[in-house]
């Protein structure tokens, strides 16, 4: 269990969010699944929905802007920076897009929104008022962010270039992955996406939320309207299942303790 009220070590993903078609579906899946009280922040902030577990923040679900179109709705990772311009000018100059330059958003902090140069979509995130994730590694909560790719190697070099990671390879025979370390601490991983994947499944990042439970997790999804891909395996690091939720979003759920 972390819990934090400061800001998140530059280069760590410190906040996730979805931008969903319809709000009020999402409320009660989220609230059933994962146990979070989601509150509207109104008008002013677009119905950006605050979700929180034991009062402290997890993420947050919002409408999907109109300008988004046909586009699917995914759950976002936001990694923490000190200076979101200076980051901007590294992401493009380290070969990646600027799809939202950095701008402030009221006095909770300044974001802006890119793309690696293979097109997985992140967010970056210098903290005013808002720091981001207050409680991780919890049943409910963010527990781990991945990035899957469809050039590996190119992303190992633009992450470690624009982050500053150390990257440690974990490949082995027939599959691709390492870990995004800073100070030798993992703070998520790169992997490249199997073969087997269709050719329509761009490069992405995803994230995992922890549950007591994932069997159970699992039986109460499909209740809720959500979908299983696949049957949950066993890891050295809990019990897991890729799923998406009553609206379509892919997300990850793996076990994990309550202490």
């Not at 070590?9 to 979070?36: E, H, I, K, N």
């Not at 008008?43 to 929180?52: D, F, L, Q, V, W």
Request: negative net charge; glycine residues 12%; contains cysteine.
């Amino acid at each position: 269990m972390v819990f934090r009220d400061t800001p998140w070590p530059d280069g760590t993903p410190c906040w996730v969010d979805a931008m969903v078609a319809d709000v009020q579906r999402a409320v009660p899946f989220y609230s059933g699944l994962l146990g979070w009280e989601l509150q509207d922040q109104g008008e002013e902030y677009g119905h950006y929905h605050i979700a929180k577990l034991q009062g402290r923040s997890v993420g947050a679900v919002g409408p999907k802007p109109p300008d988004m179109g046909d586009m699917p709705s995914v759950w976002t990772t936001y990694i923490a920076v000190t200076d979101a311009d200076k980051i901007a000018t590294k992401i493009t100059e380290a070969g990646g897009q600027l799809i939202v330059p950095p701008g402030d958003v009221g006095r909770e902090g300044r974001m802006a929104m890119a793309a690696d140069p293979a097109g997985a979509v992140f967010g970056v995130w210098q903290s005013g008022e808002t720091k981001g994730l207050q409680i991780t590694n919890v049943p409910g909560s963010l527990v781990w962010n991945e990035c899957m790719t469809r050039d590996f190697e190119g992303a190992k070099s633009f992450y470690a270039e624009v982050f500053g990671y150390r990257i440690e390879d974990m490949s082995g025979e027939g599959f691709s992955y390492a870990t995004l370390n800073l100070d030798d601490r993992p703070i998520g991983g790169l992997g490249a996406l199997p073969a087997e994947v269709p050719a329509d499944v761009p490069s992405h990042w995803s994230v995992y939320f922890g549950v007591s439970d994932t069997d159970a997790s699992l039986a109460k999804l499909r209740e809720l309207g959500g979908t299983a891909l696949g049957d949950p395996r066993d890891t050295p690091y809990g019990r897991m299942a890729q799923v998406t939720d009553n609206q379509g979003v892919p997300f990850n759920i793996i076990s994990v303790s309550s202490e």
